[in-house]
């Protein structure tokens, strides 16, 4: 005959009384088990008491002096510590898990607003319950100064003292707005770039690809221009360029949207692949112990498109 797990719910004893004793039995005091549980001797005693009721058994013979557990006692002990370790341990992994939920990842302010938040949109809703901290900063030192489980950047040779796996090439295409582009000389050429404002991106201790880079290239020396505005990062300047300030030089995977929903247009089909790849970073030693931050890694790989 089965006996329901219910049932067997109702056959236990307190559990207070339960780890009272565990301590009691380990330490064969009860002053001793007081100052581990950080209860009074006198409560030790009572939770001790109610157990041996329950049980219909004593567990303890008590002396003046000392305390010794009963042949029984002694059985049950065995029993209970192990039963109330696994319990433990079980909390501990639980808790962990939980703790474990949770996923840094550090990347530039452009690949975070324009690649990474759409796909952690999809990501939440396929995997609920999971923390995301994003952390924005544009100049990359060393991973292992991010204090992140995951980083993404952009590399012409990924950093040594991290795992990498690359996500995609680098595509830097030539964008303006389309109010913009009609205030140039039409047709636009390459000549007419001079009559251009052209926005750019300059921050300390990051790689970006310049006007000047752009047209070596192509085969082609840096024409004079009068006017340029600079910005910090990349989003600023994107967004310049939506509100029809000038032109910009733009990794492609940063502005598809914009492009697709026109935004944003390419006046010129001058696309130029760079030496820079962008690459997700992982600790050397692995995730083997982050299940949520594998999970999140794994997923990015597989939905570089979306």
Known sequence: MHTS???NLLALPPLRSL?????????????????ELHLTPSAISHQVCTLEDFLGKALFIRTTRQLQLTEGGMIFRDQVQSAVSEIATATQRFRGFEQNRVVTISCTNGISSNWLLPRLAKFREQYPGHQIHVVAKDAYTDFRELNSDLAIYWFNSPPPEATFHVLFDEEVCLVGSPKYLATLPQPIELSSLRD????????????????????????LDLPKQNEHLLFSNSILQTQAAIQDQGLALVS??????????GRLVEPLALEVNTEFKCYLLEPRGGLRHHPAARLLSRWLQSHTSI
């Open 19 to 35: 780890i009272a004793f565990a301590a009691a039995s380990r330490h064969l005091s009860f002053t001793k088990a007081a100052e």
């Open 196 to 219: 251009a404002t052209w926005l750019s991106v300059q921050s300390p201790g990051t790689s970006w690809v310049g006007w000047k880079e752009w047209f070596t290239s192509l085969g």
């Open 5 to 7: 797990p219910s049932n």
């Open 252 to 261: 492609r995977v940063l502005i598809d949207k914009d492009l697709k929903e």
